[in-house]
């Protein structure tokens, strides 16, 4: 078992920035390969917003060139980045630790982007 802590979110303007974070509170630490966010917007399927690994890291094309995902080992935190925000970001953000043999999640944070 892996259990993820996720700060940050809330109410924000569109063009302004978000920074979420993660942090892996408890688990068998190595055993994770990828840490990353995902998103659920209402009547949608949880997507990827970005994950990164020690030699990969990936983007959803909603995202690209404006999210910078960062991951600490020493503190094993991983954070989100995201700049300028636009209302369709507007989501349930969770992050994920990834293992060989499945995926854990956070409980979730709101992100909700005004106009």
């Known amino acids: 078992q892996v259990r993820l802590v996720e700060s940050g979110g809330g109410l924000v303007q569109a063009g302004d920035s978000l920074r979420l974070s993660c942090v892996v509170a408890?688990?068998?630490?190595?055993?994770?390969?990828?840490m990353g966010w995902y998103r659920q917007a209402p009547g949608k399927q949880r997507e990827l917003v970005a994950r990164?690994?020690?030699?990969?890291?990936n983007y959803a094309d909603s995202v690209r060139g404006r999210a910078t995902i960062s991951r600490d080992y020493a503190k094993n935190t991983v954070n989100l980045h995201l700049n300028p925000l636009k209302t369709e970001d507007t989501a349930v953000y969770y992050c994920?630790?990834?293992?060989?043999?499945?995926?854990?999640w956070g409980r979730g944070t709101q992100v909700t982007v005004s106009s």
């Open positions: 990164v690994s020690s030699a990969v890291t």
């Open positions: 408890s688990g068998f630490i190595r055993s994770i390969n990828f």
């Open positions: 994920a630790a990834e293992i060989y043999s499945g995926t854990f």
